[in-house]
């Protein structure tokens, strides 16, 4: 089956600096790539998504970035700000079921 | 809207006792999913369903059963609880080729 892993597990940035999250995938029957940001005690929620026939997807200070290739997808938050603190999980799916990433926890510093 | 709603929000048990999670959704949603939220592992899809009366096994199946009688309902079954499956449980649903929605979980503890 799909296992996605993902880097780094925790990251810490400066308000105003960007922050980078990478994942890799092994299936390459994959071709939906979400990703959900988790505050504490609370439900994931989706915040951008891309399928394998696009390489790059943006919204706002949000990027994300696919190489089929590669197997392996980013996701890009510039201007961090205090409010973009949370738990970042990436997915990959290429049929009916979804796999995780294990999850980054991004603080951003006042 | 209530979108995906899971009962209860928590329970303890006691080791060997039974329960089940309940899942509803109101947005007729074809697929539902079963996941469990343990610290550094991510989201592990347990079971899942791709309609009424269909269930799948996912990444971690065992010590849990799963029906889907109803659309909108996909429940979750411990048969007989175990410490290792003290975790937070999350219930998601999609439509087609939409993203899944989740409900806010479930916090279990098994003692």
């Known amino acids: 089956g799909e296992n996605v892993e993902q880097h780094p597990s925790t990251l810490s940035v400066q308000e105003g600096d960007s922050a980078v999250i990478k994942c890799t995938y092994s299936?390459?029957?994959?071709?939906?790539f979400p990703w959900y940001k988790q505050e504490l005690g609370k439900r994931p929620q989706l915040i951008i998504d891309i399928r394998s026939n696009v390489g790059e997807k943006k919204d706002q200070r949000i990027a994300v970035t696919l190489n089929k290739t590669a197997k392996h997808f980013s996701l890009h938050i510039t201007e961090t700000q205090p409010e973009d603190s949370a738990v970042y999980f990436c997915a990959a799916s290429g049929g009916n079921d979804m796999r995780f990433g294990a999850g980054t926890r991004l603080t951003v510093k006042p | 809207n209530a979108g995906v709603t899971q009962t209860p929000k928590f329970r303890v048990l006691k080791t060997g006792q039974s329960m089940t999670l309940l899942c509803a959704q109101d947005?007729?949603?074809?697929?539902m999913y079963w996941y469990r939220q343990d610290p550094g592992m991510g989201l592990r899809l347990i079971h899942y369903s791709v309609g009424e009366g269909t269930t799948a096994k996912g990444e971690v199946p065992d010590g849990y059963n799963v029906s889907r009688l109803k659309k909108q309902n996909f429940l979750l079954g411990l048969e007989s609880a175990a410490p290792s499956q003290t975790s937070v449980y999350f219930c998601?649903?999609?439509?087609?080729?939409?993203?899944?929605?989740f409900g806010d979980g479930t916090r279990l503890s098994i003692l």
């Open positions: 299936d390459s029957a994959s071709n939906y």
């Open positions: 998601a649903s999609k439509q087609g080729r939409q993203p899944q929605h």
């Open positions: 947005m007729n949603h074809e697929y």
